[in-house]
């Protein structure tokens, strides 16, 4: 069917406030505020199909026309002109006949995957657009349809292939009858074209690219070699197999979705939909792994040949909707796709990633990523350092390690957080098309409303988004300096600071309870050239001995340090660990650090922590019980202010005794917040352990590792804001899928429903998004295990004491070792329905690190770590697989730096003995970006336990550069990494 010409006028929504300040040759005079859009409803009716209902007779079923599976502006064409395609026409899936229809079975029984065609001669079809009017009274009419024909003139239909050589699915009519398979038949998905007025199309069935003429014509379909003895007979055009075999692997319904064409019309880009289904459907269900390709053009428009293939690793599903439940909330990766691309340059792309209701925008650069083509993982099964068994690219845990490091991607659109106020772009965007460098275009596939859904363009003014800046690129950390104190695995390196007057380190040294001074100043530029886990030549200039400079004092050990201007703080424990601790003040303004005072504060300082603008220090004393839980101090937060450049001589206290049970704020203490240890109050309960202050030094956020919380304190008016429960993490997802046996000789990731993780941070950072401050926290996990009182067990344990509900459904796997017998669990947390026993089985920690918004998770790392660990490192990783069955690698150190523009977390992993570099820019944009380590993993020599980071901007670097601190508590080690674009 082709469907009839008209004229089309449609309206502007009233979200469209718009000015007028460019021009083109055609006259047309198009602009929109920073801020506005336009919205134009296009829907035109199809037809009305009538058919039966068994039973109860007639039905009708009202169709519009699907125009935007893609779109596409010629940069020669004015500004108002856009071409869009139509996909293969109405259908609905037979397995959904009895939802939409009405009709149980109508395809027959055992038809369920076969798809109904309503309106059968559909011809697909590419509608040319132009945008007509002034401001506030914008339209769209249709200026020309050209639907798509075979050499002799007959139209093009959107029926299925009859494929073999991959998979298809089987037709049907209104009234359940089979109809035959047309091997010419096309599904299009998105277009561009050419100068010659020719159209490249991007199509699903075979996978294809399609060459149209001007009029419509296929003039050749390109397709996986195999796949051209299938239809190459009966199509109707040329079919030529040019397209890489392995595509063919396409899952059923995500073929090629994208196309672009370079600036100067020398190439052709185009991406799958959705990973392969390669080897098997598990895989495309599994992966993240999507493939870009790019082709020459020749000078006649035809297809050249292929010039390159990177991998590209698609969003985390969680990231599509806000922690409200906008947007898409979903856990499968096979709902994310990519469904459109445009070149804003040549290898500068940018793409569209989705799910329905939530569409994001990406800038990637094909520079600096693998250029897989012609390699083995591109067409073949690879060695991987994960399994005995050879991978494909889908299944591979590390795309770096097999050599397809993927695209750097770069969020430069979220239609969760950027549309304007009042506005809501559609479901289902699957067309861009950039209209000038100002104006972008987006439209909607309806699916012709068969659901009632409209067709809808929008235009916002964010051209220049996608576009300015540099291109993304990734970095690079190298060494360029260490300290190796010679003591090993006495915690001769925690925590680090830097000061910027005397280009210093200050490290806690725990072994002999001093701070050793490290001097920086005459640091390498350039990575070193010996072997950097051997070195050692940062020179020790002097160590600070805080209990013999403060002798009045029990003191113990030293626990943190932080640094602001010329005033250093070390937070000190008392000999007496329940006792209150102190916190020592330095003055660095001279040639060698000098002892200024103590002041006391609460039990077991932990972390201390001035506020950016360094009004006050604040202390986050952890009060923890001793061995025989006998004596238990209350858990509080203590501010010491700091005028002058003095501090105070005493600090404040904020404590948490409101919310012990019968006290005034004790009805606000979620039950999720973890209070169990004996006859503990809620405030001897709670133990603050580390600090992160907002940047405009008002509040600050304390992890509360034990009790799985959050507090916010109010630091100007010393209150607690809220204590925000973490929650828990479901080991039943596959995204969250988890190794969980140490006994098991094997990197085994599984699903285990029944199982959570609490998260339990130990380090957690701020940074600011949008005006608003975020917490992001390094989900280690904590048991209480003393002599007094444990609640730690394995899950084994807990069937054999008789602990563990029978109908958990890892029940049987808690029996079994190489499963999850071994799992470290908790005997206080649990037990959902109050009948004495475990319901659902809670590990210790989360396995990944998180960013949160008023106590709300926005984003969270699922199993990377685990898995990318475990490709690079194979049965190394989480601590040669001796952690499995504990918490895993352990994130627990955590910093956070700003780099060109973009920030940047760097997550150290005390067991696995490496860094983990996120670019955490946009929370619902996170990209992992490398895992970098120091040490030599068959001598067992290098830095091992990362515990402490200090990120140093390149405006107060000694290098001129960024560096990161790591501080390494086994190995007694302090290295410098500069990071490098």
Known sequence: MNFPQKLMVLSVSAALLAGCNSNDKSGFSFSLPEGKVLQLDIDEPLETVTYEIPGQGTAQLPLSIGFGSGAF??????????????DRGPNIPCGSSLKILKIEDLCGAGNSSGKIFPVTDFAPTIVKWELTGTPGNYSASILNKIPLSRTDGSMVTGLTNNLVATDTEGGFSMKGEALAYDNGGLDPEALVKLKNGSFWIAEEYGPSLVHVSKTGQVLSRVVPASVTADIVDDAGYPVVGRLPEVLKHRKLNRGIESLAISPNE???????????????ADAYKNSRHLRVLKYALNGDGSLGDQLGEWSYEMDWPQTFASPDGTGDVSTKLSDVKVSEMLAVGDDDLVVLERISKTTKLYRISLQGADNIMGQAVSYDTVSVNESDQR????????????????????????????????????????GLALLDKTHLLMINDNDFGIAGAGSQITIL?????????????????????????????????????????????????????KIDVLDLSGISTTAVAVDPTQLNDLPLVSTLDISADASSLALGAANSVSVHGDLLAIAVEAEDKQANGFVAFYDLSGNTAR??????????????AFTPDGSMAVVANEAEPNDDYTNDPEGSISIIPIINGQPAMSAKTVSFVDFNVGQSRHGELSSQVRIFGPNASVAQDLEPEYIAISSDSSRAYVALQENNALAEIDLNNQRVIAIHPFGVKDYGLSVNAIDASDKDGAVNFSRYPGVVGMYQPDTIATMDYRGKPLVLSANEGDARDYSGFSEEQRAEDLVDDNKLDATNPQFAAAQDSELIGRLKVTTETGDTDQDGDIDIIHNYGARSFSIWQEGKQLFDSHSDIGRITAGRLGKDFNGGDKRSDDKGAEPEALTVGVINNRTYAFVGLERTNGIMIYDVTDPYGVQFIDYVENINRASEKGDIGPEGMKFIAKDVSPTGKPLLVVSNEVSGTTTVYQIDQ
């Open 595 to 608: 002892f200024m005072k103590t002041v006391e504060v609460g039990a077991l300082p932990d972390m201390v």
């Open 461 to 513: 003014p964010i051209g220049e988004r996608l576009t300015e800046g540099d291109l993304p690129t990734p970095i690079k950390l190298s060494v360029v300096g260490r300290y190796d104190s010679g003591v090993y695995d006495e915690s001769a390196a925690e925590i680090v600071d830097y000061h910027v007057g005397s280009q210093r380190l200050f490290v806690v040294n725990a072994n002999n309870k």
């Open 391 to 430: 991978k494909t690219l889908e299944e591979v845990f590390d795309l770096a390690t097999v050599g397809a490091r993927p695209v750097t991607k770069h969020l430069v659109f979220n239609s969760l957080t950027d549309m304007p106020e009042g506005s809501q772009l559609s479901d289902k965007v699957e």
């Open 266 to 280: 020398d190439a052709l880009y185009f991406a799958m939909q959705s990973p392969l289904a390669n080897p098997n």
């Open 73 to 86: 502006h010629h940069p020669d064409d004015p500004s108002n002109i856009f071409y869009t395609i139509t």
